[in-house]
């Protein structure tokens, strides 16, 4: 059943369902990744590849390995979670399923129907089991190369589908707004909900337009901010440009801790010789 005037399970964000828009967005991404995992995880059972190793390869890596029961263990469970959650929305939802012949089937199955799933009263528990079974599966996998967050999707209006789910779930948002990520060599990057496709930088500089005024503690900059947008400072720096006046304090957090403006620190951080000459802002 469906809920008015409520909050969302995960993040409380008021929302019309039991999972508010980012957060389906977020379970639909870990439904489309995990058949990629699933399929690392296979090589790992069967011996095609080390769980959890460096990506580095060492002498004797091109030997057979054995059997992985660890590997074996946890693709079971990640299977039976899986269709237990498939199992669930049919029944409590009527959904007329057909045949799934692989794990890559049912992921799919699930992705296509998560409004079904945060319609449901079951959706909070359900996408912190995705969540966790996801994050439990990287770990254990050898990890493909590292993705860069690079901000929203910044199509407006996404396509006439979209718009249409979200009506359903008295959503007014026309802009995309699917979070975007891809290899940090990528030059273009393919939005996965609206199938846009942007060159990497018009999407950084978009969210650097939307977020130069947003106030921030050092700590989120430093641990999180900027290496995003690969423009580091260490911490014992970005404290003193504040100490000494050069990056303004523009408020404080709830906790009484200093925040500053993302702008403000790119701005000091461009005057500073070694980027100046490399043309960094």
């Known amino acids: 059943m469906t809920q008015s005037g409520t909050e969302c399970d995960v993040c409380g964000a008021k929302s019309q369902l039991f999972l508010c828009r980012n957060h389906i967005d977020e379970?639909?991404?870990?439904?489309?990744?995990?058949?990629?995992?699933?399929?690392?995880?296979?090589?790992?059972?069967?011996?095609?590849?080390?769980?959890?190793?460096?990506?580095?390869?060492?002498?004797?890596?091109?030997?057979?390995?054995?059997?992985?029961?660890?590997?074996?263990?946890?693709?079971?469970?990640?299977?039976?979670?899986?269709?237990?959650?498939?199992?669930?929305?049919?029944?409590?939802?009527?959904?007329?399923?057909?045949?799934?012949?692989?794990?890559?089937?049912?992921?799919?199955?699930?992705?296509?129907?998560?409004?079904?799933?945060?319609?449901?009263?079951?959706?909070?528990e359900c996408f912190t089991e995705i969540a966790d079974l996801a994050e439990r599966i990287e770990r254990a996998i050898n990890r493909p190369e590292a993705m860069r967050f690079l901000g929203p999707c910044i199509t407006n209006p996404v396509p006439d589908a979209v718009l249409l789910e979200r009506r359903k779930a008295d959503d007014r948002e026309t802009r995309c707004n699917r979070a975007l990520t891809a290899k940090r060599a990528a030059k273009e990057v393919t939005c996965s909900q609206c199938h846009a496709t942007r060159s990497v930088d018009v999407v950084i500089e978009a969210l650097l337009d939307e977020s130069g005024h947003m106030l921030l503690t050092v700590r989120e900059l430093v641990d999180y901010v900027l290496p995003q947008l690969e423009e580091p400072v260490p911490a014992k720096t970005l404290e003193r440009w504040i100490r000494n006046g050069d990056v303004p304090v523009r408020g404080h957090d709830a906790r009484g801790v200093i925040m500053v403006q993302l702008s403000d620190v790119r701005d000091m951080r461009a005057t500073r010789p070694r980027h100046a000459k490399a043309g960094v802002r």
């Open 27 to 124: 379970l639909a991404e870990l439904f489309t990744g995990l058949p990629r995992f699933m399929a690392f995880l296979q090589d790992a059972v069967l011996g095609r590849t080390r769980m959890g190793g460096p990506q580095r390869r060492h002498r004797g890596d091109e030997q057979p390995m054995r059997y992985n029961p660890k590997a074996s263990t946890l693709y079971v469970d990640a299977r039976n979670t899986l269709t237990t959650w498939l199992r669930h929305v049919v029944e409590q939802h009527g959904i007329d399923t057909p045949a799934l012949a692989t794990i890559s089937d049912v992921c799919d199955w699930l992705r296509r129907h998560v409004a079904a799933i945060a319609a449901d009263e079951a959706a909070g």
